[in-house]
């Protein structure tokens, strides 16, 4: 874990993956704060900071004396997110310079086909 990006987003990223996986089942507990302190060797309040943002946004909820849950339709929010984030970092500037390229979509289709192909 140490990509440049502020370890709570990692934190965050980390149990937003484990939600789209199925690792994390919605209605589950999620690990606790000092479960992730202690996984990671990271400060507690660290962790707490990628818990919070996921409360902040939907995925995650508390139940009082209990721990904090994934919120029921988390995957489903989680997905949608990150395609629209796959689109905006991957997708538009694929189309960019295929633009600049002159290929149109079709030529795209049977670029990605072929290259899909060879793996």
Known sequence: MDDGR???L???EQVESSVIDGSLPEETRAPSTNELAAFHRINPATAANGINKLVTDGVLYKRRGIGMFVASGARDQLLERRRQTFG?????PLLG???KLGMDAEDLKKMIDAWSDET
């Open 6 to 8: 502020p370890l709570f």
């Open 10 to 12: 990692q934190i965050a």
């Open 88 to 92: 905006e970092k991957f997708i538009a």
């Open 97 to 99: 310079e295929a633009h």
